[in-house]
Antibody, heavy 124, light 111 residues
Framework: QVQLVQSGAEVREPGASVKVSCKASGYSFAGYYVHWLRQAPGQGLEWMGCIRPNSGGTTYINQNFLGRITVTRDTSSSTVHMELGSLRSDDTAVYYC????????????????WGQGTLVTVSS | QSALTQPPSASGSPGQSVTISCAGSSSDVGAYNYVSWYQQHPDKAPKLMIYEVTKRPSGVPDRFSGSKSGNTASLTVSGLQPEDEADYYCSSYGGRNIHYVFGTGTKVTVL
């Protein structure tokens, strides 16, 4: 069955960076973009960026995170990583990965499977 | 890019219907038929309920339906069940620069 399994909770101090991983299984890794989204406590969802697993791993990033976020993939282990730097207290949130089906010509523009979420707490 | 606007709460008794609105702009909801709806129970990951405005993924009950008029999309839950009590978020594709924008969320309570 399709699974996206994320790494465990993290605690960081302001100014540090954090790397969250998302291991995919149960489907063809190359056929789906992997997205990162986050949800601050009691708040809504925010799209952060995504990566195309094949063809060089092209990334698309929310302009609000440009310069702070890096999304990479390891095709040998079907794992996507998201690193967020220069952390602030308002980066405290649950971070989710989610997949989107993409054919060679188009994507479905929805997220049909999600990881279980990773709580990142930024506190001194 | 501003979040899409949803009412904070909605409620109904079991068996009744509830409709949630999602107000966007001519750059997102009004420009593309790529509106999705997600259901989120407490401390759980979101679940896709509607995509491309009206389509339901396999396994989603047909009590859930979606529509769109102009810059506003809507989700209707008919025949409310206790398990429908959750937060609901709309999402729209916003083009190659914005990519995806989400709604503010609506808490549905089954009375």
């Amino acid at each position: 069955q399709v699974q996206l399994v994320q790494s465990g909770a993290e605690v960081r101090e302001p100014g540090a960076s954090v790397k969250v991983s998302c291991k995919a299984s149960g489907y063809s890794f190359a056929g789906y973009y992997v997205h990162w989204l986050r949800q601050a406590p009691g708040q809504g969802l925010e799209w952060m960026g995504c990566i195309r697993p094949n063809s060089g791993g092209t990334t698309y990033i929310n302009q609000n995170f440009l310069g702070r976020i890096t999304v990479t993939r390891d095709t040998s282990s079907s794992t996507v990583h998201m690193e967020l730097g220069s952390l602030r207290s308002d980066d405290t949130a649950v971070y989710y990965c989610a997949r989107e089906y993409c054919s060679p010509t188009d994507c479905l523009k929805n997220f049909d499977y999600w990881g279980q979420g990773t709580l990142v707490t930024v506190s001194s | 890019q501003s979040a899409l606007t949803q009412p904070p709460s909605a409620s109904g008794s079991p068996g009744q219907s509830v409709t949630i609105s999602c107000a966007g702009s001519s750059s997102d909801v009004g420009a593309y038929n790529y509106v999705s709806w997600y259901q989120q129970h407490p401390d759980k990951a979101p679940k896709l309920m509607i995509y491309e405005v009206t389509k339901r993924p396999s396994g989603v009950p047909d009590r859930f339906s979606g529509s769109k008029s102009g810059n506003t999309a809507s989700l209707t839950v008919s025949g409310l069940q206790p398990e429908d009590e959750a937060d609901y978020y709309c999402s729209s594709y916003g083009g190659r620069n914005i990519h995806y924008v989400f709604g503010t969320g609506t808490k549905v309570t089954v009375l």
